[in-house]
T-cell receptor
Framework: NAGVTQTPKFQVLKTGQSMTLQCAQD?????MSWYRQDPGMGLRLIHY???????DQGEVPNGYNVSRSTTEDFPLRLLSAAPSQTSVYFC??????????????FGPGTRLTVL | AQSVTQLDSHVSVSEGTPVLLRCNYS??????LFWYVQHPNKGLQLLLK??????LVKGINGFEAEFKKSETSFHLTKPSAHMSDAAEYFC??????????FGAGTTVTVRA
């Protein structure tokens, strides 16, 4: 199993540009989520999904969209990039729709810089 | 509401000495608690988890944590630090709305 994969690893955008961060998992996990990591703030939840066709907002959803058309894929779209979105983005998945007791499997991250 | 406070942003230890990373949580119910480790430029990896079974939880690489409900703490320890333990550590608490709350992280430096 490849686990959780993310592309690209690095990205530089100009303010106002849009892009999609890709996330895929091959473990048939129901729960998938996107986090951003900023220094001194831990990880903050952007959006999550408890299964195909079901998504919901996390703590910091503004400026981001998600969709979940398949179990495997959970792309994150930046609609109009802003410098405040400069961060490291992590995708994670876990076996069931309830992450309470389950290990989260994290991808390697995407380092995004917005100029 | 559930939240997590990691009491030290940075811990420096000598190789072979004990490591203690402190975590306090607040929760309106009995949560599940986790410790994750992140090595430089890597994703996060689960060290251990507490899910209302034994209060002393053993994890990978010699780490363990003790859940103390009366103190609302979940401190992480290791008896003897190794150079490979240099990383950032996150205390995480489950919430009752399909979400997890992460602490701000503790960076561990190991001196030779």
């Amino acid at each position: 199993n490849a686990g959780v994969t993310q592309t690209p690893k690095f990205q530089v955008l100009k303010t106002g540009q849009s892009m999609t961060l890709q996330c895929a998992q091959d473990m048939n996990h129901e729960y998938m989520s996107w986090y951003r990591q900023d220094p001194g703030m831990g990880l903050r939840l952007i959006h999550y999904s408890v299964g195909a066709g079901i998504t919901d907002q996390g703590e910091v959803p503004n400026g981001y969209n998600v969709s979940r058309s398949t179990t495997e894929d959970f792309p994150l779209r930046l609609l109009s990039a802003a410098p405040s979105q400069t961060s490291v983005y992590f995708c994670a998945s876990s076996p069931s729709g309830e992450p309470f007791n389950n290990e989260q499997f994290f991808g390697p991250g995407t380092r995004l810089t917005v100029l | 509401a559930q939240s997590v406070t990691q009491l030290d942003s940075h811990v420096s230890v000598s190789e072979g000495t004990p490591v203690l990373l402190r975590c306090n949580y607040s929760s309106s119910y009995s949560p599940s608690l986790f410790w994750y480790v992140q090595h430089p430029n890597k994703g996060l990896q689960l060290l251990l988890k507490y899910t209302s079974a034994a209060t002393l939880v053993k994890g990978i690489n010699g780490f363990e944590a003790e859940f103390k409900k009366s103190e609302t703490s979940f401190h992480l320890t290791k008896p003897s630090a190794h150079m490979s333990d240099a990383a950032e550590y996150f205390c995480v608490v489950s919430r009752d709305d399909y979400k997890l709350s992460f602490g701000a992280g503790t960076t561990v430096t190991v001196r030779a």
